[in-house]
């Protein structure tokens, strides 16, 4: 064995957790409908990846090896269960897997050789691993609506989604959400305990309910995105590794329903999104708003991908314009920009005028008239912004009273902006955004 | 799986239309579909007994009398596949439109099972799915 030979090997595991853990999960779930006993087994079987390719050599499917290695090990665990306890019911479960399994009856169960393809031992007579469902539907597709699932509570399904599709561990989803680990250890057995009690089903929800339940599967993927794209500071660290493993979880999603334009649409929003999230932090740690951002610093390769997803869907007939595609085009316009002030804000104001019809939300609002306000109507978008503020929708809103400051701005008011900047201060949720609207007022204090 | 599908009023609800209370349509249309259902509607809590034992002592009153404004003005037994059927038929119900629907897993057990020994075995099964 050779370093390098050792090296490919870890490699290839650190790709097969990225690439293989929701499939090989997904399918023990299904298998034996038991959530902790699918994912600690899965995680066992890459521990014993970890021990065993870099010595012995990468599989040519490791995800078939693994699946095979997971499911050896639930058998045992299953049978010593049924044998240590003798409850008719696990050994029912046995049977499910088995399911007419030959070498699997003895106690000590073989696992392959990682040279070898685990495929080649399916071919055995009577031998039937149900590895491919029968309904022939993806069972990381199972695994996503049913950890999205509307019947379980919003934190559930984030920490359910995050540890049994994506694979963290519970310690570092803990983290990401700054809660202590047994906080988190509880809110994923309950949910597991939950999915079993209340009779949540372990499928993708038929045509008539598809819609409704794909928007709540995105909605929870885009909570985990801004998660980690508002992350600041010293939990950009911590957090950040959310965005990317939204985006990965997303990227799945819209493998598993190419059909889909809201998730395609949602997978290229995320891309232009956080293309700027190394530019909305200079090196000192001060926030920096999108106009005032280093473009040179926003990521092309993540700009590049997210314009490709809209430039497909346009071109697919009686496509969907959704609130994510609208989202995604007005940051792809903003992406897009060589600079802040060749923004095409009437183009801008367009989309928002098309989304403010679909979401009449008070943020879409707010939104458009800023947007129409940049876009050379500064006026009609501070009228639309007071009466936004009449109406009390945003009370406690910091981005309410910013946005009437920048447009008393731009009318040649700086007093006024400076007053309205200082109530936004008053509001504002972190210390980041206070220093940058503290810096905003003394630049305007500094113009009159 | 058996659910307890119990009907309540709720005071949020938008106002009851008596012409648009088509619940024999939905009696009917899970009957055509094979699924099992029987329910009834329940008289007001005016009308409710309460029975109690305390120190040994039968009290029967009426009652209980609650601020509370919603109350359970039905209820439906539904043996279905899944969590996802029962929101569907429950969803097509006209109180979910006119009060709310709540729905209940049944949790079976064996009626025979000392409870002692049931509660024990219970409590370190769940202390055991915790713990990992």
Known sequence: ????????????????????????????????????????????????????????????????????????????????????????????????VERGRSVGRRAGVPLPAPGDDPAEHESEPGGDWGDEPADGVDD????????????????????????????????????????????????IVRAKQRIRNAGIPYRVPDAAALPERLGGVLAVLYLVFNAGYSASGGDAERRGALAGEAIRLTRLVVRLMPDEDEAASLLALMLLQDSRRRARFDDAGELVLLDAQDRTRWDAGEIASGVAVLRALARRPGGIRGPYRLQAEIA????????????????????????????????????????????????????????????????????????????????????????????????????????????????????? | MEYLLIVATDPEAEPFVAEEDNVGDWVDDLEARGIRIRGQRLRPPADATLVRVRDGELLVTDGPFTES?????????????????????????PMARFGRIELRPAWPMDVHEPGAERHARERAEEEAAIGR
């Open chain 1, 1 to 96: 064995m050779t370093a390098t030979a050792a090296d490919d090997g870890r490699d290839a595991v650190a790709r097969a957790h990225r690439d293989e853990w929701a499939r090989v999960t997904a399918t023990l779930i299904r298998q034996t409908g038991d959530w902790t006993l699918a994912e600690e087994c899965a995680a066992e079987a890459f521990a014993r990846a970890v021990e065993r390719w870099p010595s012995e050599g990468v599989p040519r499917n490791p995800g078939a090896w693994l699946t095979t290695v997971a499911k050896h090990l639930a058998i045992d665990r299953l049978r010593r269960r049924a044998n240590e306890s003798a409850k008719v019911r696990e050994a029912a479960q046995v049977d499910e």
């Open chain 1, 140 to 187: 990381r597709l199972r695994l996503v609506f049913t950890c999205c699932h509307p019947a379980l509570a919003l934190d559930a399904r984030v920490a359910l989604t995050l540890r049994t599709l994506g694979g963290l561990t519970t310690g570092e989803i803990a983290q990401a959400f700054l809660v202590p680990e047994p906080t988190m250890a509880q809110r």
């Open chain 1, 332 to 448: 792809a316009s903003h992406a897009t920009a060589p600079t802040a002030d060749a923004t095409d804000f009437d183009r801008i104001a367009g989309l928002y005028d098309e989304l403010a019809g679909i979401d009449p939300s008070p943020v879409v609002a707010l939104n458009r008239a800023l947007a129409h306000g940049f876009a050379g109507r500064p006026q009609a978008g501070l009228d639309e912004l007071d009466r936004l503020a009449a109406s009390g929708a945003l009370d406690r809103y910091h981005l309410l009273p910013a946005a009437q400051g920048e447009l008393l701005a731009r009318l040649g008011r700086p007093e006024a902006a400076a007053e309205r900047l200082r109530a936004a201060l008053a509001l504002a949720p972190s210390e980041a955004e206070r220093r940058q609207l503290r810096r905003r007022v003394d630049e305007l204090d500094a113009a009159h």
């Open chain 2, 69 to 93: 404004k919603e109350w359970m003005a039905g209820y439906d037994i539904l043996e279905v596949e899944s969590l996802d059927e029962a929101i569907e038929i429950a969803s097509r119900h």
